[in-house]
């Protein structure tokens, strides 16, 4: 076995710890059965597979349900509908399907039971803009912020205020029911406000938040006007606010995290030790410019090399988390990719250690791959192809590069997400 085969081994460990199914079993666990009708309400990457898991459990008691979920993604239902739409930027299909699921959850009643499916994705898969808010002027502000760098958390502050889905109104849409969430977190530290940007959790952040967000990436006078004048008429106290925590309609909603990037990480340094690797978990909250992490970890990477580090090799450094890019090339690939990319500058050369970063999505930016593969000779082999990698790295064209190498990690939709995985393997000295 090579080092490189250990990588794509530990990656497969934590992907596998994050299959949904056990995860969602285990939470209908803790729920009081339901004695009347079920609305199964959802979207996410993940929330197919969550669908199916429900019906597996609670089938006879479901009465309608509907998920969104992003195009390859379905899975097979009986009674809850699944419908596919556009990620990550928002498209007419999911549109349809916000307004379809306030709807349906308007139906519940007193006596009903709203089932809330949620993981990674479920943003951009729920569009439901305020008039005179349009779709295409929703989609111009997610391409600005998703260029600009914005983290998840900046990106939810300003689509919650543009919604009329997000930011706890589909809990709002289902009172007086009783409301069960279960949130599979693609979202460093879990916080229910932000996972698909909170549709049945409080939300703690303001239009003022939201327009601070555009002024951090200096947006606000490149997003449409109706935006623009919306987030600056709820800063000025003119529309009202999205519900905040204490409001009464929480009283009767639960909002339970089902899994995490701690599940994969467990996984990945359980994989790591068995096959003989000293596992080194940096972070499960892995933040950062993607190339400047891979300068970072590479260089941990060579210390333990050299037997400087904090551990001996051989060994396995494990990071989890969601790092940006800040795009400013015309090339294709994802963050996974970047780093991956970057990487190979740094290895240019250095024997006895491989880095591997992939999304647990399966998806790294609009690309079919979850991330890949590099290592020392990443780099010659490129040159070997005519490809210039600072030139493409500058480029953000990372895709290109690791698809003529064949050094993508494809997994195809794994119908789970729990943030990205990065790993550098150290040889033997």
């Not at 710890?17 to 995860?23: D, K, S, T």
């Not at 195009?71 to 809850?80: F, K, L, Y």
């Not at 997610?142 to 914005?150: C, E, I, N, S, V």
């Amino acid at each position: 076995m090579s080092l490189r085969d250990d990588a794509r081994a530990i990656f497969d460990a934590g992907l596998g710890a994050g299959r949904v199914e056990p995860l969602v079993r285990r939470a209908l666990d803790g729920i009081d059965p339901p004695r009347a009708r079920v609305i199964v309400v959802g979207a996410g990457k993940a929330s197919g597979a969550m669908a199916t898991a429900v019906e597996s459990a609670w089938g006879n008691r479901i009465a309608a349900g509907l998920v969104v979920v992003k195009d390859g993604h379905v899975a097979p239902t009986q009674r809850i509908r699944l419908v596919e739409a556009g990620h990550p930027v928002p498209d007419e299909r999911g549109a349809r399907a916000a307004h379809a699921i306030l709807e349906l959850a308007e139906t519940a009643g007193s006596d009903g039971r709203v089932l809330v499916l949620i993981s990674g994705g479920a943003s951009a898969l729920t569009p439901a803009p305020v008039a005179p808010i349009t779709l295409a002027d929703k989609q111009a502000m997610t391409r600005l912020l998703l260029a600009a760098g914005a983290d998840i958390n900046q990106l939810n502050a300003v689509r919650k205020h543009c919604s009329q889905f997000k930011g706890g109104q589909l809990a709002r849409a289902a009172a007086p029911a009783r409301v069960s969430a279960l949130l599979l977190s693609d979202v460093i530290g879990d916080p229910l406000d932000v996972i698909g940007s909170g549709p049945t959790a409080p939300d703690a952040s303001t239009f003022a938040d939201a327009l601070a967000v555009l002024d951090r990436f200096e947006l606000r006078a490149r997003v449409p006007a109706s935006v623009r004048a919306r987030l600056e008429q709820g800063a000025a106290g003119a529309i009202p606010e999205t519900p905040k925590p204490g409001e009464p309609l929480f009283d009767r909603v639960d909002n339970v995290v089902i899994g995490n990037n701690e599940l994969v990480v467990d996984a990945a340094t359980a994989c790591a030790a068995s096959r003989g690797l000293t596992p080194l978990v940096l972070t499960r909250s892995l933040e950062g410019e993607a190339r400047e992490v891979a300068r970072d970890l590479v260089r941990l990477a060579r210390d333990v090399a050299a037997g400087r580090g904090p551990v001996a090799a051989p060994a396995c450094v494990v990071a989890a988390g969601e790092t940006t890019v800040t795009v400013r090339g015309r090339g294709t690939g994802g963050r996974c990719q970047e780093f991956a990319l970057a990487a190979a500058l740094e290895l240019d050369g250095v024997a006895g250690i491989v880095a591997l970063a992939a999304g647990t999505d399966g998806t790294d930016g609009p690309t079919s791959a979850a991330g890949a593969i590099a290592d020392g000779d990443t780099a010659r082999r490129a040159r070997a192809s005519g490809l210039d990698l600072r030139a493409r790295l500058d480029a953000n064209d990372a895709n290109a590069v690791f698809e003529t190498l064949r050094d993508l990690v494809v997994t195809g939709p794994t119908n789970t997400n729990l943030l990205d995985l990065y790993l550098v393997l150290v040889a033997p000295s």
